[in-house]
């Protein structure tokens, strides 16, 4: 049984952190959302895409260090999981530089939905859960 830690002391992250990094992932998401549906403008949506890239980035180190002080079991496919969304990521960071890729707008939010938001319903909420069950603090 993982023993309580004391997050902020220890590793300097908490799971309150954790929590407001997919609220403001969120955030980015539902801006990205709204250009997309409407005229897909290319400095627009290139703009919300570098901070996604740059926030997610961020969380996913964030994430990793909070499952390596749980010893969380399932760290290395969690981890494989979140190194595949980079590399999408950053192929469609990449796609940015063509002009003309009317696929852009659609291609990010099916990123989004079925990459990001499926790993946030499905491989963190098992981490969460099983964080729960481990006696790990969580508030
Ligand atoms: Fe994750
Ligand atoms: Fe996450």
Known sequence: MTMPINWMTDIGISF???NNDHKYLFGIFDRIKKVSKQ????LIVGTAL???NEYTTDHFR???AMMKACSYP???IHMQDHAKLERQLNHLLSEMSFEGNDNLCTNLLNFIEKGLVDHKLIMDKAFYTWA???ETIIK
């Open 39 to 42: 005229d897909c403008d290319p």
């Open 16 to 18: 309150d952190d954790l």
């Open 62 to 64: 964030r994430e990793a």
């Open 74 to 76: 399932d760290i290395e």
């Open 132 to 134: 729960g069950e481990n």
């Open 50 to 52: 570098a901070e996604l």
